[in-house]
C-alpha cells in the first residue's frame, strides 16, 4: 500500500514532468508554424519578383492567380498542415477569414496603432485539437501596384475580370494588408 505521501510525491512529480513537457510542445508547434509562414512568405516573394521581372504586373497576377493557392497547397501537402493567407478585405474569396482569424486580424490592426511593429504581430490558440497560427503581413511600395489606391487602368481590368469581387485594394505602405495562417493538427494518432 502507498502513503500518502507517496502519492503526493508521484502526482509532483508528474507535475514536473509533464508542465515543461506542455510547454516545449506548444513552443515546437508554434515554431513549426512560424516557419511555415516563412516558407510561404518566401515563394510566394521569390514567385512575383521574378513574374514582374519577366512579364511586368500583368504577367504577375495571372501568375499569382494561379501559383499562390498552388504554392500554399504544396506546402501543406508536404508537411501535412494547412497554410494560407487572409485578410479582412480579400482578393480571393477563398481566403475570407473565419471568425479566430477575424478577431485576430482586427487585434492587430489595433496593435500596430498602439505602436507594436507589424513584424512582431502573431497570434496563436489551440482550437478543436488544432494549434492555430497567424502571423500579420505588412504592405510594402511593391504590393501597391496590385493592391495600392490607384491601380493602372490595365491592371485593375485584369483583376476584375479574375476576382470581380476584389476588395483588397486602397491599401497604403505599413497597412497590414493580411495574414499568413497555419493549422497543425495536434491529436491525429489519438
Ligand atoms: C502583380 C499583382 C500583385 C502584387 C504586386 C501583389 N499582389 Fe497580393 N494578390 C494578388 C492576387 C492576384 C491575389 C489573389 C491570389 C489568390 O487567388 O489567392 C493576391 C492576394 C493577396 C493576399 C491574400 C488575401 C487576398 O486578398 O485574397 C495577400 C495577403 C496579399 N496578396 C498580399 C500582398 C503583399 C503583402 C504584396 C507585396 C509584397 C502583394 N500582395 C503584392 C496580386 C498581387
Not at 2 to 15: P, R
Not at 24 to 35: F, M, T, W
Not at 90 to 108: G, H, I, S
Amino acid at each position: 500500500m502507498k502513503t500518502l505521501y507517496q502519492k503526493n510525491l508521484l502526482g509532483m512529480l508528474l507535475f514536473i514532468l509533464m508542465v515543461p513537457n506542455v510547454h516545449a510542445s506548444d513552443k515546437a508547434l508554434k515554431a513549426q508554424a512560424r516557419s511555415s509562414a516563412k516558407d510561404l512568405g518566401s515563394s510566394l516573394k521569390q514567385e512575383l519578383q521574378k513574374s514582374m521581372k519577366e512579364g511586368g504586373p500583368i504577367a504577375a497576377i495571372k501568375v499569382c492567380n494561379v501559383k499562390a493557392p498552388e504554392i500554399a497547397a504544396q506546402i501543406s501537402q508536404t508537411k501535412g498542415i494547412r497554410v494560407g493567407r487572409t485578410a479582412l478585405r480579400v482578393r480571393n474569396p477563398n481566403n475570407a477569414p473565419d471568425a479566430w482569424e477575424k478577431t485576430q486580424l482586427e487585434k492587430f490592426i489595433s496593435r500596430l496603432a498602439s505602436g507594436e511593429p507589424v513584424g512582431k504581430l502573431d497570434a496563436h490558440v489551440i482550437q478543436n485539437g488544432e494549434f492555430r497560427y497567424m502571423k500579420a503581413i505588412g504592405t510594402q511600395g511593391v504590393c501597391l501596384k496590385c493592391h495600392g489606391a490607384k491601380l493602372s487602368k490595365q491592371v485593375h481590368e485584369t483583376i476584375q475580370s479574375l476576382y470581380p469581387q476584389d476588395q483588397a485594394t486602397g491599401f497604403a505602405v505599413g497597412d497590414i494588408r493580411g495574414a499568413f495562417t497555419i493549422t497543425i493538427p495536434m491529436n491525429k494518432n489519438e
